[in-house]
């Protein structure tokens, strides 16, 4: 369990494929608190560490991963968003994230705004029921307020502080990235069904 608020950067160093699935090696100022079969999230997906070499880890993502992240974009060079696993003694400053990623959304418009930013996002229309006014959602791992929802889009503020200390500073017309919606709604839904 995660709270969507951003720790650390990760460099993927390497690359590995390894039949359908991709092995990553990252360099972070994280690897050093860092344990083997501890999770992780990487851009909003609870990925397992695996091995650690002094400021360097490695993961896997499997198939399944690769085909609802934006993980089978990764080369070297991406920066990642990175979030250790929530203590039960931690504050929650963002909202319940599980690290389970529902799908990627694309982003349609960046706008500056004079000391914050507005991104605006789509996303399959099918997720509509659980994107709501003012509700939460992880992007790329973050935790943000939507608003201006409609049936395929919404948009986000995103203030100086979250700009500068996550990856969303890099997203540009058509970038791609993952989207984990409310876990209360995913449960209000499912009840309805």
């Known amino acids: 369990m995660f709270t969507g608020i951003i720790e650390a950067f990760g460099t993927v160093k390497d690359v ?11 360099h972070s100022p994280l690897a050093p608190q860092l344990r083997v079969d501890q999770s992780l999230a990487h851009n909003g997906v609870c990925l397992t560490v695996e091995e650690c070499t002094g400021e360097h880890y490695r993961v896997t993502a499997v ?8 993980l089978h974009e990764w080369t070297p060079g991406t ?15 963002g ?22 930013w507005e991104m605006e996002f789509w996303f399959p229309k099918s997720f509509a029921p659980l994107v709501i006014e003012k509700g939460s959602i992880a992007l790329n791992g973050v ?51």
């Open 79 to 93: 920066l990642v968003n990175l979030e250790r696993s929530l203590l039960p003694s931690s504050r929650l400053d």
């Open 143 to 193: 935790s943000l307020t939507v608003f201006d929802v409609r049936k395929k889009h919404f948009k986000v503020a995103v203030i100086p502080y979250t700009y500068g200390h996550t990856n969303l500073h890099r997203l540009l017309e058509g970038s791609l990235v993952n989207l984990e919606f409310d876990l209360i709604g995913k449960y209000i839904q499912r009840r309805y069904l």
């Open 16 to 26: 590995v494929v390894q039949g359908q699935n991709k092995t990553f090696w990252l």
């Open 95 to 116: 909202h319940f994230v599980q690290g389970h990623v529902d799908t990627t959304g694309l982003c349609e418009r960046v706008e500056d705004c004079h000391g914050s």
């Open 63 to 70: 198939q399944e991963t690769l085909e609802k992240t934006n």
